[in-house]
């Protein structure tokens, strides 16, 4: 069965930072691209970040790139979003989902981050 | 970026009857190999988003065959045959085409 588990959510203040994970498990994740999506509270779902199974190609939002980064661990089936900077406007429940066919076909139940003072 | 538009943004409709949720890109998402780079997502009441649809038109594993996606280009199609009370919530349509990944706003279906 494929599952992935978010953790490292909570409340930041603004400028701080966070470290997401994701942990996979169920499939070979070597061989599969990895990203992250984000949903504010009570608006739509907006893509944040994507990774290559090899993790030498990374993509971002435009406003997110400089301040996160995402990294895989291959041997530890793992995915991560780094948070530098948080702004309050990026509070959201953050999600990580499995790429196959130029789409996200299993997510996890998205990690809560409150950017707050 | 492809900015990506959908209709209706919402959608009450009657059990049994059929549903449809149309969805626009700003350039075409045919991708060299052939592939409309079009996805369809269901974000069910308190649960994570499902995919619903991939490449255009076809369904993801197991989901119900009342649903069903065509289109390519610039103009997609979400159809489900006859709606049931579990299939409220949001749909979103999602381009893979280049990154930024961009979603469309978001078609809420309620049960009239």
């Known amino acids: 069965e494929v599952q992935l588990v978010e953790s490292g959510g909570g409340l930041v203040q603004p400028g701080g930072s966070l470290r997401l994970s994701c942990a996979v498990s169920g499939f070979t994740f070597s061989n599969y691209h990895m990203g992250w999506v984000r949903q504010a509270p009570g608006r739509g779902l907006e893509w944040v970040a994507n990774?290559?199974?090899?993790?030498?190609?990374?993509f971002y939002l435009d406003s997110v790139r400089g301040r996160f980064t995402i990294s895989r661990d291959n041997a530890r089936n793992s995915l991560y979003l780094q948070m530098n900077s948080l702004r309050v406007e990026e509070t959201a429940v953050y999600y990580c989902?499995?790429?196959?066919?130029?789409?996200?076909?299993?997510w996890g139940q998205g990690t809560v981050v409150t950017v707050s003072s | 970026d492809i900015v990506m538009t959908q209709s209706p943004l919402s959608l009450p409709v009657t059990p049994g009857e059929p549903a449809s949720i149309s969805c626009r890109s700003s350039q075409s998402l045919l991708h060299s190999s052939g592939y409309n780079t079009l996805g369809w997502y269901l974000q069910k009441p308190g649960q994570s988003p499902q995919l619903l649809i991939y490449l255009g038109s076809n369904r993801a594993s197991g989901v119900p065959d009342r649903f069903s996606g065509s289109g390519s280009g610039t103009d997609f199609t979400l159809k489900i045959s006859r709606v049931e009370a579990e299939d409220v919530g949001s749909y979103y349509c999602?381009?893979?085409?280049?990154?930024?990944?961009?979603f469309g706003q978001g078609t809420r279906l309620d049960i009239k």
């Open positions: 989902a499995r790429g196959e066919m130029y789409a996200y076909d299993y």
């Open positions: 999602m381009q893979a085409l280049q990154t930024p990944f961009t």
């Open positions: 990774i290559r199974p090899g993790g030498s190609e990374k």
